[in-house]
């Protein structure tokens, strides 16, 4: 695993091993709802929270965030162990990975950037691919890119999670009918020539058990940094 030296949260760890509170803190702080205890992205932006810490009271702060709106979904770096009263919706094993490859002129592909008029497009696009986490306003968090195929949203990636000196490329997939054609790959390598020109450096989550997509990532100049704990949590009925 690679080990990259990364700006520091509020906390004094690396802002990469918490990404989602530094961001919530940082350059996406007018997403967040929640106190110092724990921060999560506003419902109908993503699922993802951070809490400050695991003593009882911020689960409780965390209990109240999901009352009030909707289950939160946690990458931590080690396994998570709510107390009673939390339902495990989900967890699994990601791999944070580091883009670390060479600055290339991306190859000309004929896309598009997507706007808030497409977003029912990439609803129906992401919810048939199964990407990864997309509702309503996530494309306010970055720029996002398509292909389009005859009139129709053949493919799309986008920047999501942005930190100091870091932004997150997600939502990265392609209709069935129009895979095989590099449409992924080359729309990555666009996100990549962009976040590179800001002095910023792209990153990304992937499951472990992704083994296709991990080795795909690999080839582009992505390099595992560490493994992450991703930890989906409702609240248990009694």
């Not at 095989?180 to 472990?208: D, S, Y």
Request: proline share 6%.
């Amino acid at each position: 695993m690679l080990d990259v030296p990364a700006t520091k949260d509020m906390r004094g760890t690396h802002a990469l091993d918490d990404a989602v509170w530094a961001a919530l803190t940082g350059r996406h702080r007018d997403f967040a709802v929640g106190d110092e205890r724990v921060l999560r992205y506003a419902p109908a932006v993503a699922p993802f929270a951070a809490m400050a810490d695991t003593t009882p009271e911020s689960f409780d702060a965390l209990r109240g965030l999901i009352t009030e709106h909707e289950p939160v979904a946690l990458t931590t770096l080690n396994a998570l162990e709510p107390p009673d009263g939390f339902a495990v919706i989900r967890h699994a094993t990601l791999l944070q990975m580091v883009w670390q490859g060479e600055t290339d002129a991306p190859a000309a592909l004929d896309h598009v950037r997507l706007e808030a008029r497409d977003v029912p497009e990439m609803l129906a696009l992401t919810a048939a691919t199964q990407p990864g986490p997309f509702g309503l306003r996530t494309i306010e968090l970055g720029d996002y890119l398509g292909v389009r195929r005859n009139g129709k949203l053949a493919a799309m990636a986008g920047e999501r999670m942005k930190i100091d000196g870091h932004t997150e490329i997600s939502a990265v997939c392609v209709d069935p009918a129009f895979r095989g054609q590099g449409l992924a790959a080359g729309l990555m390598r666009l996100l990549i020539a962009a976040i590179r020109a800001r002095g910023e450096t792209p990153f990304l989550h992937v499951l472990k058990s992704n083994h296709g997509a991990v080795s795909i990532y690999r080839t582009m100049g992505f390099v595992e940094r560490r493994e992450m704990h991703l930890t989906v949590l409702g609240i248990a009925q009694p």
